[in-house]
């Protein structure tokens, strides 16, 4: 029983060391801008709208309300003007 609980631990000191790693590596990756300032000021300005009460949905024309959909309306406003925004997640 000893040597299956030191086992595990010496396992469990070599898997942090990994994870620091792969961080390292993520945060090189990311380094560049996602999203363009621009399309920051799209959300920017959608959300302004959303709070004013004066966004409105797709075709249905509701009022929209929550903030996360005023988000998606942004960047999709965005996307279609040729900024730089990533892809839908589908």
Do not use: D, F, H
Request: aromatic residues 2%; charged residues 40%.
């Amino acid at each position: 029983m000893a040597t299956k609980r030191a086992a595990k631990k010496a396992s469990a000191k070599k898997s942090p060391a990994r994870k620091t790693a792969a961080k390292k590596n993520a945060a090189k990756k990311s380094s560049a801008r996602k999203y363009s300032p621009s399309a920051s000021k799209n959300v920017e300005t959608e959300m302004k709208e959303m709070k004013q009460g004066k966004l409105k949905s797709g075709r249905s024309g509701k009022k929209v309300t929550n903030p996360k959909q005023a988000i998606a309306i942004g960047l999709s406003k965005a996307r279609k003007e040729g900024k730089k925004v990533p892809a839908k997640k589908s």
